[in-house]
């Protein structure tokens, strides 16, 4: 190998390796060693033309082995290296055009050294050269071959490497066929030259036994591959064909599917109807022939404004979805809910040129909603006009109840001398029945008033519960009972209604005692997702289960008034409370066995 030669691989070697450190200061590097290559295969080229102007021969180390043209490399090496400058030079350039010459120069330079290996190898039989490979040496054309080759196949845009590496049937064929028709010529030429050289064989014969086993075996080789070529194709089209069925029947399903239960339609541009499906035309009451061509409008029912539809559109036109529900009308003048979707679609270039409606009918919900939230509007009217009556006539009673009552007492004062026993004992049931009418509508006006003007605030339970101990000193005094409670929460409340609530349950307990036995009262609380559960228990009568539920209606008392006073507005009291409170009250008792009020009340955020 001449001096050059190995100079121009060693530069090669340079620059395969500084291109895989990709750093921008090795890049001058790289070029100026292109630049020699390219310099040094050029101006040999010259030498052979020639033109010694410049001789580059002996430059570096001077050639003492060769005769002839000493130091000089072949024509063949200087053109390869000429291309190989080119190709490294192209594959860094940013311009598409000097790529292409860089891969162009890689797959030059790939053929020369094939054809110059193949040369050689014939050659050898031959004992003789051909003039334009006569020194290109064949660990030469073998490196150049390696590198121009892996260049090409390191290049994801060379095609070389992408029919080389592709999984499509062009390059299996390509990776079978490639080295059957590159090795088995030079095999089966060089046996043939080999032959005639040595005259075991004329070059007639040869010849004609290259063309007769050629051919044949060419042929029989193609037929091979076409027909591995012919079985892939049929599976492929097979897979294609199953393929295309299954789209085509889960297509047909989904369609059935969505037909049965959606409404669909599709609009032009200007938003005419081009298509409605059987439901479409059966809640819409209209034929398809009638809707088509039809603008949307046409389903208009009056009851959105016109910025409902104007802001539907803009939407829509700017290529975004529109879903809501809407209000519709139909041929017959019948009206129908819908949760519809409008869908714009866009063609390659972006432009919208069709619409998709896709509606369900929701017409029975939305009645029903309707219907609902006019029993609502309907019942809140009933309960404030109930709560005004209430007011109104408790208010109003008062007054002449209270006339009763003065003209009653005063009958009994100033004028005992006009009755007798029985006039008196009248007189006297007259007053008992009106002061306890007096009571009892002071109560529902207690009732009424719960829950108007409070204000929620912090409460501390162990306090209020304190608190109403003292009021109820004297009942607890005189019942000698024990009251028991501990760590209480602090939560947040209105004070007032929740001291009424444990007043009136702490009051029932003590009230409702056993006859022989001390009334022992033990309250508790524990918190329960997201609310306070409160319970109040007792050692008193009991509550049989069967009254649990009436015990909280208004009025309503198990006993005689005057085994247990009461009005029975108590616990109504407490529902009420425990309502504003948002949580739930309720009993557990059995009949002679004391009983256990509970309560909730749910943690406001305060908490
Ligand atoms: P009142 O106490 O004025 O009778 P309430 O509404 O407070 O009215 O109570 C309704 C009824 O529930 C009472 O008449 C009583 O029969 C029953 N009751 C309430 N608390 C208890 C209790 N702790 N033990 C037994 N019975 C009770």
Same mark, same amino acid.
């Given at each position: ?34 630049? $020699? ?45 000429? %291309?190989?400058?080119?190709?490294? +030079? ?11 010459? /860089? ?8 053929? !020369? ?9 014939? !050659? ?21 071959? +390696?590198?121009?080759?892996? =260049? ?88 294609? =064909? ?29 938003r005419n109807f081009t298509y409605v499906n059987e439901l479409f035309c059966e809640v819409f009451k209209y034929?398809?022939?009638e809707i088509l061509n039809q603008n949307i409008s046409i389903l208009r029912s009056g009851h959105h404004e ?26 017959? /003048? ?109 109560? *529902? ?36 009972? $024990? ?14 209604? *929740?001291? %009424? +609530?444990?007043?009136? +349950? ?33 050692? /008193? ?67």
């Amino acid at each position: 190998m001449k001096f050059n030669t190995a100079l121009i691989f060693l530069f090669s070697g340079i620059i395969l390796f500084l291109s895989k450190k990709n750093k921008s200061e090795f890049k001058s590097l790289y070029k100026a060693l292109s630049y $020699t290559m390219i310099f040094i295969g050029a101006f040999t080229i010259a030498e052979h033309l020639g033109l010694s102007f410049f001789s580059i021969d002996n430059i570096f180390i001077p050639d003492k082995l060769t005769t002839t043209n000493p130091g000089r490399m072949s024509p063949a090496t200087a053109i390869c290296s000429i %291309l190989i400058g080119v190709g490294f +030079l192209g594959r860094i350039s940013s311009n598409k055009a000097i790529n292409k010459i /860089g891969l162009y120069s890689f797959k030059f330079t790939a053929i !020369l050294s094939l054809v110059a290996i193949i040369s050689y190898l014939l !050659l050898i039989p031959l004992s003789s050269k051909t003039v334009f490979f006569k020194s290109m040496a064949i660990h030469t054309s073998g490196l150049f071959l +390696l590198i121009s080759t892996l =260049q090409l196949f390191n290049n994801p845009n060379s095609s070389f490497h992408q029919i080389l590496i592709g999984d499509y049937e062009g390059s299996k064929l390509t990776r079978k066929i490639l080295p059957v028709i590159i090795l088995f010529p030079i095999f089966y030429s060089f046996i043939l030259i080999f032959g005639i050289n040595q005259e075991f064989i004329s070059v007639d014969f040869g010849l004609v036994a290259y063309a007769a086993i050629f051919i044949p075996l060419s042929i029989i080789y193609v037929s091979y591959i076409a027909i591995g070529l012919n079985k892939s194709e049929k599976e492929r089209r097979k897979l294609g =064909q199953e393929l295309e069925d299954s789209n085509r029947y889960y297509l047909k399903r989904f369609k059935q599917g969505v037909d049965q239960v959606s409404l669909i339609g599709t609009l032009d541009i200007n938003r005419n109807f081009t298509y409605v499906n059987e439901l479409f035309c059966e809640v819409f009451k209209y034929g398809k022939d009638e809707i088509l061509n039809q603008n949307i409008s046409i389903l208009r029912s009056g009851h959105h404004e016109e910025k409902f539809y104007t802001d539907i559109w803009k939407k829509v036109d700017s290529g975004e979805i529109w879903v809501d529900e809407m209000k519709n009308k139909g041929k017959d /003048g019948s009206f129908h809910w819908t949760l519809t979707a409008i869908i714009p679609f866009k063609n390659d270039k972006g432009e919208i040129f069709e619409f998709m409606s896709l509606s369900q009918n929701i017409t029975e919900r939305k009645t029903a909603e309707e219907s609902k939230s006019d029993y609502f509007k309907k019942l809140e009217y009933k309960n404030k006009e109930l709560e005004q009556f209430a007011y109104v006539a408790s208010h109003d009673l008062q007054e002449p109840l209270r006339t009763v009552n003065n003209f009653t007492e005063l009958l009994a004062k100033r004028r005992t001398e006009y009755f007798d026993e029985l006039g008196l004992k009248s007189l006297q049931y007259i007053q008992d029945a009106t002061s306890r009418m007096s009571e009892l509508i002071k109560n *529902l006006l207690d009732y009424n008033r719960l829950d108007k003007d409070n204000i929620l605030t912090q409460i501390d339970c162990n306090q209020l519960v304190k608190d109403v101990e003292k009021d109820l000193s004297m009942n607890i005094d005189d019942a000698e009972a $024990t009251l028991i409670y501990n760590n209480l929460p602090t939560l947040f409340g209105y004070e007032t209604p *929740l001291r %009424l +609530l444990f007043q009136n +349950l702490i009051n029932n307990a003590i009230k409702f005692r056993k006859k022989d036995i001390k009334p022992l009262i033990e309250i508790n609380a524990t918190l329960k997702a997201g609310e306070w559960l409160f319970s109040i228990r007792d050692n /008193g009568i009991g509550i049989s289960p069967k009254y649990k539920d009436k015990i909280f209606v208004i009025f309503q008392r198990l006993h005689n008034k005057n085994k247990y006073k009461g009005s029975g507005i108590g616990l109504a009291h407490c529902r009420k409370i425990v309502d504003l409170h948002q949580g739930q009250i309720w009993v557990d008792s059995i009949d002679d066995e004391g009983s256990t009020f509970y309560f909730t009340i749910k943690i406001k955020e305060h908490d």
